[in-house]
């Protein structure tokens, strides 16, 4: 019982958690990869590897964000779901910038 009551709990501040910098690219990559936008998941993947998080904080985000994804993706989201997805437009909008700029436009 105890151990659920923790699970529930994680699940319930990953949100909280994926604010930190930390694990910012946990929920953002789990985001992209629910609403299938795999480019931009694979990049924010790269980030996450990069900045070395792998453990048990950044998969339970990693997981809500992607279960927050896919209700974006089916029209079935709550409220906390587009916490996470202004997070990730936010997060294309500065990759796309970067690519047409970089392009000269």
Request: glycine share 6%; aromatic share 14%.
């Amino acid at each position: 019982m105890r151990i659920l009551i923790f699970i529930l709990i994680l699940l319930n501040v990953s949100y909280v958690f994926a604010q930190d910098d930390t694990y910012k690219y946990c929920s953002i990559t789990g985001y992209l990869y629910g609403e299938n936008s795999d480019y931009y998941a694979s990049l924010a993947a790269n980030l996450m590897i990069r900045n070395q998080v792998d453990n048990a904080v950044c998969s339970a985000v990693y997981k809500e964000a992607l279960t927050a994804g896919k209700a974006v993706a089916s029209g079935n989201a709550s409220q906390a779901d587009f916490i996470i997805a202004k997070q990730a437009t936010e997060f294309k909008q500065r990759i796309e910038n970067f690519i047409l700029k970089g392009a000269g436009f």
